[in-house]
């Protein structure tokens, strides 16, 4: 199984802050198929469900505001939110989607400073 | 509008069973695989099963093969979940979830709002 280590486990913030969230695979999620990077990023807020933010590593999903960047390649990525609002307070996940059994990170909790 | 609705939930004993439905609306639901995913109170997610749109491949977590059953009905455009033997390590909410897209790899798109199994005597 793909182990997902995610880091910090908590952060906290002030708005306006720029705050990056580390993920890193135990085995490349890099396809040499086709290049891609199969990682995905969720957002969840208190008593709600997840959200997907970010997918293939970089691809912002329809609607998802662009301070949300994600990045990286291999092993290593990392989640970046520009400018933090109050509205993004939540837990974040990273998740491995290239093999079964398909594996999450153990989450990041921003919280405000 | 993509929804999914999940139900079936509730307070259950150790060793006994339960059936979830997530029914889905706004797409064609045969189209798509579909998952189901947990998270145990105040932890994080873990993913539990995986049906493909035609029901050809099917996936478990380890921690629930041979004890839970996905399957669907795409006539009815329901997505099921049986549980069987269950223990109190299985509590928790239960989301459905629909794969983003046929092809490549099995990221969530849509998720149902979630029912909560709770494995207690």
């Known amino acids: 199984d793909i182990v997902m280590t995610q880091s910090p486990s908590s952060l906290a913030v002030s708005a306006g802050e720029t705050v990056t969230i580390n993920c890193k695979s135990s085995?490349?999620?890099?396809?040499?198929?086709?290049?891609?990077?199969?990682l995905a990023w969720y957002q969840q807020k208190p008593g709600q469900s997840p959200k997907l933010l970010i997918y293939l590593a970089s691809t912002r999903e329809s609607g998802v505001p662009d301070r949300f960047i994600g990045s990286g390649s291999g092993t290593d990525f990392t989640l970046t939110i520009s400018s933090v609002q109050a509205e993004d307070l939540a837990d974040y996940y990273c998740?491995?989607?290239?093999?079964?059994?398909?594996?999450f990170g153990g989450g990041t909790k921003l919280e405000l400073k | 509008e993509v929804q999914l609705v999940e139900s079936g939930g509730g307070l259950v004993q150790p060793g006994r069973s339960l059936k979830l439905s997530c029914v889905a609306s706004?797409?064609?639901?045969?189209?798509?695989?579909m998952n189901w995913i947990r998270q145990a109170p105040g932890k994080g997610l873990e993913w539990v099963a995986y049906i493909s749109s035609g029901s050809s491949y099917i996936y478990y977590a380890e921690t629930v093969k041979g004890r839970f059953t996905i399957s669907r009905d795409n006539a009815k455009n329901t997505l099921y979940l049986q549980m069987t033997s269950l223990r109190s390590e299985d509590t928790a909410l239960y989301y459905c979830?629909?794969?983003?897209?046929?092809?490549?790899?099995?990221?969530?798109?849509?998720w149902g709002q979630g029912t909560l199994v709770t494995v207690s005597s």
């Open positions: 979830a629909r794969r983003a897209t046929e092809g490549i790899g099995n990221w969530f798109a849509y």
């Open positions: 998740q491995q989607h290239y093999s079964y059994p398909w594996t």
């Open positions: 706004g797409f064609t639901f045969s189209n798509y695989g």
């Open positions: 085995q490349s999620l890099l396809s040499s198929g086709n290049q891609k990077n199969y």
